[in-house]
């Protein structure tokens, strides 16, 4: 009986030493790869121009996050940056620090949105924006201005 119950023991302490340092690991890569608006590198999607701004809503999302959606691709519409509206996504080979970016992205609220291969839950107009012209400040296009 003893036996069992060290067993047992040593099972649940090293579960929560591998279930601690994961989550530590995690916030580290996330951390370190976050930008100045909140967007973090995802692995590239297939089939997909990341050039675009990509908005993520699920065909059975809540018809809060479908709004949000939408309201966002008419905003980007009028200012005529490029983007896709989709409802499924599919993402290449990535390695698993990719992995804990993408399932911290897609596990917020919707609307997903990549912009030039970073990704954030939810954000708001002025976040993507900002993304998106600090990526295009190469071309001296300015859509903030």
Request: charged fraction near 20%; proline fraction near 5%; charge should be positive.
């Amino acid at each position: 009986m003893r036996v069992i119950k060290f067993v047992l023991f040593v099972c649940l302490v090293g579960f929560v030493l591998n279930y601690l340092g994961k989550d530590n690991i995690e916030n580290k890569i996330i951390t370190s790869e976050i930008s100045d608006y909140g967007f973090v590198s995802l692995p590239k999607p297939n089939s997909l121009n990341t050039n675009n701004v990509i908005i993520l809503a699920a065909k059975n999302c809540t018809k809060k996050a479908a709004l949000r959606a939408d309201r966002l691709a008419n905003e980007l519409a009028d200012r005529n940056i490029p983007y896709t509206r989709i409802s499924r996504i599919n993402f290449q080979n990535y390695t698993p620090s990719m992995k804990n970016n993408l399932d911290t992205v897609m596990g917020g609220p919707m609307p997903h949105v990549l912009v030039y291969g970073k990704g954030k839950a939810n954000p708001t107009l002025k976040d993507v924006l900002s993304e998106y012209d600090s990526n295009t400040k190469n071309s001296g296009d300015s859509i903030l201005n």
